[in-house]
């Protein structure tokens, strides 16, 4: 069976592209849900995209990818990945690997963004490489899974 992941977008990220292009470039999400379908196909992967500004909105989703498992997850959460422990509760029931990505370098950035609170429920985190970071994301969780399946 094909290996599945879902990647999910928070708060603000469909406003990549017209946010803050210094901090997260001019790429936006289309281009980069696009940029992970293509990405996935090479990879031999399927991918499925989820993007909320809701939070309850996107801990449902979550909540469905365990009724209906994926073998990964892949998260930029926004601004939530620093405070949201209602979306941190809703990842740890999740059995598979997740990955937390961000396009900037949170540790670079104000304080408020060093922190994670996602951090002991993932296997990893990528941040600060714009657009690429989804791919290096993908990339990842995509080895992750296949070297446990071996
Ligand atoms: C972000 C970093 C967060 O601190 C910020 O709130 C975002 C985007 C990133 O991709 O760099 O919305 O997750």
Request: net charge negative; proline share 3%; aromatic share 6%.
């Amino acid at each position: 069976m094909a290996v599945k992941v879902l990647v999910l977008h928070g708060i603000n990220l469909n406003m990549f592209g017209k946010r803050d292009p210094v901090q997260y470039g001019t790429t936006t999400l289309a281009e980069i849900n696009d940029h992970l379908a293509t990405l996935g196909a090479e990879l031999g992967v399927e991918v499925e995209t989820f993007q909320s500004n809701c939070e309850g909105s996107l801990c449902e989703r979550i909540h469905r990818a365990h009724g209906a498992p994926v073998d990964a997850v892949l998260i930029n959460a926004g601004a939530w990945t620093h405070y949201s422990y209602g979306i941190r509760d809703a990842l740890a029931i999740l059995h598979c690997p997740i990955v937390e990505l961000h396009m900037s370098n949170v540790h670079a950035r104000e304080p408020f963004r060093h922190q994670s609170v996602f951090a002991d429920v993932v296997i990893g985190q990528i941040a600060g490489f714009g657009a690429d970071s989804y791919a290096l994301a993908l990339r990842a969780a995509v080895q992750h899974v296949r070297a446990r399946s071996d």
